[in-house]
């Protein structure tokens, strides 16, 4: 620390020293950010286990300095049930895109779930398969316009989009899931809240936990930073609600 | 030591994968292949693995590429089409090295085909299966003792080399009984410091991935991967001969259809025919240097691969013989197993052309 000057602000410890390969304004930084924050402030950093997806997080592990397995698409929700069975005493977690835990993935995501695989899901969606170039995504809102959905979103031709929560909050196995976004720092703080009783209700071995971050892609949605936060407001939250979908019912 | 007992292939196999320090077991079920998941889940409550049906082999595989991944002894096993929805998987195990034993009770193909046995998934065992370089140490057990004893070796050499390994074995091996012995059960200690089981403190975290984006890096991966399948080829070649000594014509034969040759080849020899039995029980890595030897002796003839498939191992024999003696196939599809008369008539037409 130089002279004069005073810390009010680090990095968690738990994020490594390397320099992140996300578009500027995207939430998979400061998700991870929230997270590593959590496993710090838990002091379980050798006690979690990570899984990564394919998609834009797929490089997860760089930047996370947890033990972590990178998934093929769609499949994060399998290796995380067979780390987790061999490991019932450690906190393990998946973190998946759209594209991978609601479209190509979906089948695992139902069957953890239903089974109650005690492990967390942190899901972000952000509409659009980000690191392909910016396709059509589950999860895309009606009459948004994509790559392979020029003239916008078809519920005729493509469905409507898939809300996650509303599908996994109905299992008995589910113990806690929540939709939160980081749109304002608030909002933020809430996400960080949620990110870490979902580890806790882990830990207490209560069940599946599952947090949707509704999130962005700027560079997808072709926008700025500042637009796709609007975008958020006005668009998402109306078609994906924020808020707690279910949570255990002591608290 | 051990035990005799008169069991089926695929209850001898869970059993042995039981004794073996079996840690977790994840599967789909498919005929000819359920007995292994039904006799583990019987057995379930004496034990301490892990079993799981999973939805589908797709989530099967990739949660023995978790549970592996975290330094547990795992296996999966399947038939034909569970195999082939396995492959994507199965590939990136391979290069995120992760040990693991797959069982293939391969059954008539193509498409849903039939149950009935089969050796038509050579090719795809033997080759990779899935994307990109690599291969598995593919063993092929011929009597359900074997289905014993390359269970424990399987594991064991998985373990080793960081890969994963297969049985390939088939409907007949998998649903006959025969007298076995059973080896005594091991205390499995696993060793495996890359394993994903937490940050260590002071240590680097561990991390298991396929990914190499930079050609470069995805170049010397590639290369540290061969060098290990060159090392696996150098020291972990398995065959076994039968009468070849003297024989003029070699028939080359893996699995089930090993068995029926070995009959065919007293049949011959009783006819006046020297006929030999080679038969590959590694068939990655193949044998090539033995055969490529039995191909330089005078008094041979010629080979003549019997397979129940179209001709495929037929072609790594031509390669190994490479072009010293002629090499000729004969084989049956779809399930149908040859007799061993059958299998002499066509060595028999052979030598007379």
Redesign the interface.
Known sequence: MKEGYKLIYQKPKTLREKRMHYCPGCFHATTHKLMMEVVEELGI?????G?CPVGCS??A?DYM????????HG?AA??????K???PD?IVFSYQGDGDLAAIGI??TI?ACNRGENFTFIFINNGIYGMTGGQMAPTTLEGQKTTTSPYGRDPKKAGLPLKMCEIVSQFDSVAYVERVSCNTPANARKAKRAIKKAFEYQMQGLGSTFIEVASNCPSGWKCTPEESLEWLKEKAFPYFPLGVFKKPEEV | MGEIKLMKGNEALAEAAIRAGL??Y?GYPITPQSEVVEYLAREEPKHNY?L?Q???E???V???????????R?MTTTSSPGFSLMQ??IS?IAC?QIPCLFANIVRGGPGLGTIQPSQSDYFQATKGGGHGDYHLIVLAPNSVQEMVDHVYLGFELADKYRSPAMLLSDGAIGQMMEKVQLPDPIEYKPDKPWA??????GQE???????YIQPEEMEEKNIELQAKFKKIEENEVRFEEYKTDDAKIIIVSFGLSSRISKKSVDMAREAGLKVGLFRPITVWPFPANKIADIAARKQVNFFISIEMNAGQMVEDVKLAVNGKKPVYFYGRMGGIIPTPKEILTAVQARSRS
């Open positions: 950093q050798e006690k979690i286990i899984v797929v490089f592990y300095d947890v033990d972590m397995q990178e998934a093929a499949r399998a290796v995380a049930t067979g780390i069975r061999m490991h450690k089948a695992e069957h | 840690q977790g994840f892990v799981l999973a939805e589908s797709v989530a099967a990739n949660m023995l590429y978790g549970a592996g991944g975290a330094g547990a795992v994507e998987g990136y995120a994903t089981t937490g940050k260590k403190p975290r561990n991390y298991l991935t396929s990914l």
